[in-house]
């Protein structure tokens, strides 16, 4: 397999275990060592000639990318559950295998959204930044009052895959109610944890506070837009862990503003890395920097998972997690 013509070139700083793995593999490796990902026009040259690419979320595969590699490319190995940043249909055309890493990141996205849900719904962070002003305060019994999830709030989830249901695990342990879209809604599994399926109307009607997991497909962008909060119970929360561009961004800082929502929790972004104007200003908006998968050991299993699917394939054998 050590050949010339058989290197991988990843687009990333891997965790230290997946790159110990990919060093230890025989092939060749090439690397952009920054964290932040590698500038577009130093990708598109990197990945001439390589057999296989290992590349971030904010990298855009496409076909200019895809030929700019040639005919040696098998594989790309997206470091991430989600792949809408790839075109799998350009690579399926030239013969390349797409993966991602699903699974190994299930447990970490849901302890997060958890966490923005009880952090919006009590008003942690709010209640945190008044303190730091150093303003006088007294103890008053409707001081930072917020949503009781244990007191029997429903919790609508959308798209209930793996995630889906972690989070649902999590939920039911705070006592809440939950209600849920996807195949999965009406699955045992969902029924041993107290989810009733319902359509996505009934979803929005019904739920205090909505977490959102499915996929960014063409069906889903915009998924929540006026139309949707407006349907939503009056000061109702959301929470995005999923895709930015699910949420309308610009009609989501309108429905808080008029305070038709009562808050909202990203940890993903429509035009990721920036944030629609306005949004960072309101009291009722926790935001984080895509953070849904970053305990270090589940970010090390994802640069794990990349390798051994981009080593297979290059090697000859089967993507352990192909997609498409």
Known sequence: MDTPETRIHVSFALPGPAADELAASGLLVTAYTEQTG?????????????????????????????????????????FAVGYDNVDVAAATERGVVVTNTPGVLDEATADLAM??????????SEADRFLRTGAEWRWEPDLFLGLDVSAGATLGIVGLGRIGMAVATRAAAFGM???????????????????RPVSFEELLAESDAISIHCPLTPATRHLFGPAQFAAMKPGALLVNTARGPIVDELALLEALEDGRLGGAALDVFEWEPHVTPGLLTLPNVVAVPHIGSAGGATRANMGLLAVRNAVAVVGGGQALTPVG
């Open 38 to 78: 590698q500038p577009r026009e130093s990708l598109l040259a990197d990945a001439a000639g390589a057999s296989g690419l290992i590349t971030l979320l904010s990298d855009r595969v496409d076909a200019e990318l895809l030929d700019a590699a040639g005919a040696s490319l098998k594989v790309v190995a997206n």
């Open 115 to 124: 966490a923005l849900l009880l952090d919006l719904s009590r008003r942690v």
């Open 177 to 195: 109610r939950i209600v849920a879209t996807g195949s999965r809604a009406s699955s045992p599994e969902a029924a041993a944890l107290g989810v």
